[in-house]
């Protein structure tokens, strides 16, 4: 039975951009553009060309660059943000505006001093108007996770009506459970007319944590795009990883869901972006952390040089990492000494191991790791010859 694609939106380079001091150059945002493209996304969210000239310039000079993703620049449902968002899209081979509003009682009343039909004329006429510059218009009903459902839905099918091929149904604060935002995406697909014309887009923040399950939450229940960044940098505590949404719909294949996207190249293009933006990755992130396949515990250790999957569920190499990581600490057990012992050059025999093994765990209570140097002093002061 064939895979659903799930379409991969990157928007690192514009929501994970507006994390405080990750400003990016014209040039860094080219380099991170084309890796992304490389990498296999089906679209790139490049800026919000109406926010200032260099974003403009940036989102201009990635919609010449990019060869195959689709290119995408965000406006608010304003007439001139959407014309400046199609001057700065006119050079791109696939084009894509995405506009949109809020649609919560809280911003409608409180962001807009307005009422549901007016904000629903305004989200059509958007549509409607940048329709005019492409023909694939994103519409997104910001803070949607604290939307009514029937309200939304009626959202929803005004803004199909208008032209929209994507519906973006954002989880802008992060408060939304996964049961809750799969049945909003599932209701949203029973009950909105015309829905099979549109893709419903699930966009994810982290602030309780549960940006990646909410996203596949939503791709479980119909969605069939998944909007996140590399690293899942973003506003606040940020926006869903791209890596671990990607890598839990290629290790759960019961799903039945599957991207483009090139798993291979997930630890380096994390590495880049960690480089440019000056954001550094937590060493315990999941799929790209430099923890995520490091084993510290001599139960894990052992397991792991016996059989790598007995606590490994991704090999290393899928992603783009050369190999597990033993590490020696205080906590590892005979196995991983004898195991990274051999790797720099001594086969242990069993006396030797019960003889060098006490002060190893001597040496280790002294340090917080054990490094390879470390071991060559251990074998020096007791005597054991490079095999």
Same mark, same amino acid.
């Given at each position: ?6 379409? !991969? ?22 380099? !991170? ?11 790139? $969210? ?11 310039? +940036?989102?201009?000079?990635?919609? =010449? ?11 608010? +449902? ?11 899209? =006119?050079?791109?081979?696939? &084009? ?12 409608? /009343? ?59 149904? &954002? ?6 459970? &996964? ?15 015309? !829905?099979?014309?549109?893709?419903? +887009? ?18 479980? @229940? ?31 294949? @019961? ?50 040089? /016996? ?24 906590? +590892? ?16 025999? /069993? ?17 917080? $790791? ?18």
């Amino acid at each position: 039975m064939a895979k659903d694609h799930v379409q !991969i939106f990157d928007t690192t380079l514009r929501d994970g951009e507006q994390v405080p001091g990750c400003k990016l150059n014209t040039e860094q945002k080219l380099v !991170i553009a084309e890796r992304l493209d490389i990498l296999g996304v089906d679209i790139i $969210e490049a800026g919000f060309p109406v926010s200032s000239p260099g974003d403009f310039k +940036s989102v201009e000079a990635i919609a =010449k660059l990019v060869k195959n993703a689709t290119v995408c620049g965000l406006t608010r +449902s304003v007439e001139n943000d959407i014309k400046v968002a199609a001057e700065a899209l =006119k050079h791109a081979v696939r &084009p894509r505006i995405h506009t949109g509003i809020g649609t919560s009682d809280s911003h409608i /009343k409180f962001k807009f001093n307005s009422n549901r039909d007016a904000i629903i004329e305004r989200a059509v006429a958007a549509v409607k108007y940048a329709k005019g510059f492409v023909e694939d218009v994103e519409f997104y009903a910001e803070d949607a996770g604290r939307t009514d459902n029937e309200y939304l839905a009626r959202v929803c099918e005004a803004v199909i009506k208008a032209g929209a091929t994507v519906l973006n149904i &954002p989880d802008t604060t992060g408060y939304c459970l &996964p049961d809750e935002y799969g049945a909003k995406i599932k209701y949203l697909k029973e009950n909105v007319k015309g !829905i099979e014309k549109a893709v419903l +887009s699930c966009h994810c923040h982290n602030d309780l944590g549960l940006a990646t399950a909410n996203s596949i939450a939503g791709a479980i @229940n119909g969605a069939r795009q998944i909007e996140c960044t590399i690293n899942g940098i973003g506003e606040r505590a940020g926006n869903t990883s791209l890596e671990e949404v990607v890598m839990i719909m290629k290790q759960h294949p @019961n799903l039945n869901l599957d991207t483009g996207v090139n798993t291979k190249l997930l630890y380096s293009t994390s590495q880049m972006v960690q480089e440019h933006m000056g954001m550094f990755v937590q060493a315990n992130k999941a799929v790209v952390g430099s923890n995520a396949f490091a084993h510290s515990s001599g139960i894990h250790q052992d397991g792991v040089i /016996k059989n790598r999957e007995t606590y490994e569920i991704m090999d290393p190499a899928d992603v783009g990492v050369t190999e597990s990581a033993i590490v020696l600490t205080a906590r +590892s057990g005979r196995a991983a000494l004898a195991y990274r012992a051999k790797n720099v050059g001594y086969e242990l025999t /069993k006396l030797e191991l019960d003889t060098i093994y006490p002060k190893f765990l001597e040496y280790a209570d002294t340090k917080k $790791e054990v490094v390879n140097e470390d071991i060559h002093v251990l074998m020096e002061q007791n005597n054991i010859k490079l095999s």
